[in-house]
T-cell receptor, first 114, second 113 residues
Framework: AQSVTQLGSHVSVSEGALVLLRCNYS??????LFWYVQYPNQGLQLLLK??????LVKGINGFEAEFKKSETSFHLTKPSAHMSDAAEYFC????????????FGDGTTLTVKP | GAGVSQTPSNKVTEKGKYVELRCDPI?????LYWYRQSLGQGPEFLIY????????DSGLPNDRFFAVRPEGSVSTLKIQRTERGDSAVYLC???????????FGPGTRLTVL
């Protein structure tokens, strides 16, 4: 079984400020972890993924995430927010015999204030 | 190259009607997935194909939902006797293999009146 909890359905930051979106997961097998971004009326776009290699994963658009097994977390960060980062972000987990099938969190809407 | 495409982009139907939603995966991708996204929620897994066969259909909510992928490429999600609760965005994704990155289409927004 696997599940994802995204803490905070809405996060608001000022332009240039640190972005931190929280994700905790549960998985009975070594997980693959993903962050996706969804802009209004568009499909999901993969930001980054963890597949048991380096625990610090760098993605597109300056985002990165760190896999912490002891905390069962995979938080997404970006040092300096840009207006174009405003979107909805989803954390997802898959792995083991469930590889292929992804379980998503309910999403976090990021607002960037000028 | 072309990404995952889904048709129609929007579908409005009446309660009790039958609908078909189509997904064209990226060429060469053997794995294909259907998810359903309700308002304010993350995508929910429905079914996953490896080639022509459904490898995991544990997410289909009931027997009104059915999906096929007869030639291992295009897939159709079929919903019989639609209900208002079926209203959602239906997302399709494809990947080279089941452990590879999933690429998502733009979705079909289904509204059941």
């Amino acid at each position: 079984a696997q599940s994802v909890t995204q803490l905070g359905s809405h996060v608001s930051v000022s332009e240039g400020a640190l972005v931190l979106l929280r994700c905790n997961y549960s998985s009975s097998v070594p997980p693959y972890l993903f962050w996706y971004v969804q802009y209004p009326n568009q499909g999901l776009q993969l930001l980054l993924k963890y597949t048991s290699a380096a625990t610090l994963v760098k993605g597109i658009n300056g985002f990165e995430a760190e896999f912490k097994k002891s905390e069962t977390s995979f938080h997404l960060t970006k040092p300096s927010a840009h207006m174009s980062d405003a979107a909805e972000y989803f954390c997802a987990v898959s792995g083991g015999t469930n590889a292929g099938k992804s379980t998503f969190g309910d999403g976090t809407t990021l607002t960037v204030k000028p | 190259g072309a990404g995952v495409s889904q048709t129609p982009s929007n579908k409005v139907t009446e309660k009790g009607k039958y609908v078909e939603l189509r997904c064209d995966p990226i060429s060469g991708h053997t794995a294909l997935y259907w998810y359903r996204q309700s308002l304010g929620q993350g995508p929910e897994f429905l079914i996953y194909f490896q080639g022509t066969g459904a490898a995991d259909d544990s997410g289909l909510p009931n027997d009104r939902f059915f999906a096929v992928r007869p030639e291992g490429s295009v897939s159709t999600l079929k919903i019989q006797r639609t209900e208002r609760g079926d209203s959602a965005v239906y997302l399709c994704a494809s990947s080279l293999g089941r452990r590879d990155t999933q690429y998502f289409g733009p979705g079909t927004r289904l509204t059941v009146l």
